[in-house]
C-alpha cells in the first residue's frame, strides 16, 4: 500500500505561480513513478506531469509544457509541481498519482491517489 498526501491549491491570479506538494509513505520501493494529473468539472482527468523516481526523468502534457515543473525530493519522497504562467483554464483539481514501474500518461495505470486539491486560477 501506498499512502499520498497532497498540500498546496488555492486561489491565484491568472500569471500567478503556485506549487503543489505530495509526500509519499508506504511501500514505495523498487522502480515506480509519481505523477500529477487534474480534472475539471464536467472533464475528464488528464495528465499533466510525471517523473521516473529513481533517475529523474520527466514529462509534460503539451498545455503546461514550459509553465510547470515536476521535481522531487529524494530524502521527503516528496514530488513537487511548480505552476507558473497559470492560466483560468488550469483550474481544476489536481491529483497526485503514484504507479510501479515507469511513467505513464493514462490515469488508469495508475494504483495510488492523493486525495486532490483544488487550484482556482482567475482572470
Known amino acids: 500500500q501506498v499512502q499520498l498526501v497532497e498540500s498546496g491549491g488555492g486561489l491565484v491570479q491568472a500569471g500567478g505561480s503556485q506549487t503543489l506538494s505530495c509526500a509519499a509513505s508506504?511501500?514505495?520501493?523498487?522502480?515506480?513513478?509519481m505523477g500529477w494529473f487534474r480534472q475539471a468539472p464536467g472533464k475528464e482527468r488528464e495528465f499533466v506531469a510525471a517523473?521516473?523516481?529513481?533517475?529523474?526523468?520527466?514529462n509534460y502534457a503539451d498545455s503546461v509544457k514550459g509553465r510547470f515543473t515536476i521535481s522531487r525530493d529524494y530524502a521527503k519522497n516528496t514530488v513537487y509541481l511548480q505552476m507558473n504562467s497559470l492560466k483560468p483554464e488550469d483550474t481544476a483539481v489536481y491529483y497526485c498519482a503514484f504507479r510501479y514501474g515507469t511513467w505513464s500518461h493514462v490515469h488508469i495505470n495508475y494504483a495510488y491517489w492523493g486525495q486532490g486539491t483544488q487550484v482556482t486560477v482567475s482572470s
Open positions: 508506504g511501500s514505495t520501493f523498487g522502480a515506480y513513478a
Open positions: 517523473i521516473n523516481w529513481s533517475a529523474g526523468t520527466t
